[in-house]
């Protein structure tokens, strides 16, 4: 091998170390690694989400970025914005953005916790239980009336969902849409 070709090796693999070590990093600060939502996950999530839906949409924790695009692409009228915290994870959104952009999709390196929800008409989340935990006070207090939000896996403690599905496969894996209520009504 050529010193050109060597020196390209192990800047390759410097490259993917970092970039495994990067998930690592934002695993344990998040307390979640990025994971993508399976496609019959996707399709559920989706089918639960009009698509005229309009306003803006949340992607929190988007990872890969496979639930981000799928969203752009089935609700064109809307703004999707789509948090990741992972380094590599969103630089592949970011590459895969540039290669096939979407024009409603914006893409926000920032904790999710960072957000506003005030002005959202829909949040989707692929979630840990503490995650869903800290966040289910802030829906409460800043999504708008009739805001949807879509839970992949894990429920908002405290609400009760307007719709469950449970998918087919070995883990019966299920999909949990809320509708935000008038403020004066309880969860």
Do not use: K
């Amino acid at each position: 091998m050529s010193t050109t070709g060597t020196l390209l090796f192990l800047l390759l693999w410097a490259l993917l170390l970092a970039g495994a070590l990067s998930i690592v990093v934002s695993t344990l600060r998040t307390g979640i690694s990025p994971m993508p939502t399976p496609a019959r996950v996707r399709r559920e999530l989706l089918a639960l989400l009009p698509p005229d839906t309009t306003g803006t949409v949340l992607e929190l924790g988007a990872g890969w970025g496979h639930l981000a695009f799928a969203l752009a692409d089935h609700c064109p009228q809307a703004r999707v914005i789509a948090y990741e915290l992972s380094w590599l994870p969103f630089q592949f959104m970011r590459l895969r953005q540039r290669l096939s952009p979407r024009a409603n999709l914006e893409l926000r390196p920032e904790d999710l916790f960072s957000a506003s929800f005030q002005d959202a008409t829909c949040v989707v989340c692929y979630l840990f239980p503490g995650a869903m935990a800290r966040l289910a006070p802030r829906f409460e207090a800043e999504l708008p009336e009739g805001a949807r939000i879509l839970s992949h896996t894990f429920a908002l403690r405290g609400w009760t969902p307007t719709r469950t599905v449970r998918l087919g496969d070995l883990y019966r894996t299920p999909v949990y849409l809320y509708v935000v209520p008038p403020r004066a009504a309880s969860r």
